[in-house]
């Protein structure tokens, strides 16, 4: 119905309204938002973790979990020790400049969550140890 | 010839608008999911070794122990999770600028060791942790 009004009136084509530019904007945005997205994934298991009054906020990119029952969850699913580096280092790949962080449960071993931290610093990965989210 | 173009077959022009309902669904999709991620946390990261021998000056630190069995120790005196940061204000009283160094074993519990290394963070008290594992 529009469109046969507006063919009506070609004469004055001022009135259309030219979406390229708009076009591009969002199109920007788009690629914007597709290279920027990076998908974490979740260790996919709840830790309650140890709440802090020093915490930073930071971004992390790679999560491992380790519960209570002293499991190394990554990426939803459980994984040993000697199996950890592998793991860490395919999802290295695919995000070079990753940082890591690890959701430690209260009750799990401190020697656990040591070990991972000190293999992940030995990877030159930056490594955190998450907090009670607020 | 653009306007030759446009009077004569209108439907050589190229409808935009499916496209770019498209473009706006995947650009909104792309900003949901890209909640930049943001979590809290501490950096109990050792310091990097350094070359420099350490400060003979320095007074001597601190010990909190924590053993397996969750048992806190501050230079041998035993004590619960409370009450570290006193003794160890206590300890700093009589020299302030000794730090704090944490010693646990592997099977202490996560969340008691974030708790101490926070109370001493929050107040200042340098800190780092060490691992044993002799039942010293």
Known sequence: MARRVSRVNTGEEEIELNMTPMLDVVFILLIFFIVTSVFIKE????????????????????????????????????????????????????????????????GANIGLILDVQELLIEMDVEVHISTLQT | MRRRNKHHDDQAEVNMTPMLDIVFILLIFFIVTATFLSEEGLDMRPPPDSDTPPDAEAPPPIVVQVDDDNNIFVNRTRTDVDRVLSAVNRFRAEEPNSAVLLEVQDEADHGIIVQIWDEMGANGVPVSIQRTNDDS
């Open chain 1, 43 to 106: 260790p996919g298991v709840d830790t309650t973790r140890p709440d802090a009054m020093t915490e930073e906020d930071r971004n992390p990119s790679m999560l491992i979990a380790v519960t209570a029952e002293n499991e190394v969850w990554v990426n939803r699913r459980v994984y040993e020790m000697n199996e950890l580096r592998g793991v860490i280092e395919q999802l290295l790949q695919e995000n070079p400049k990753g940082r890591a962080m690890i959701q430690g449960d209260e």
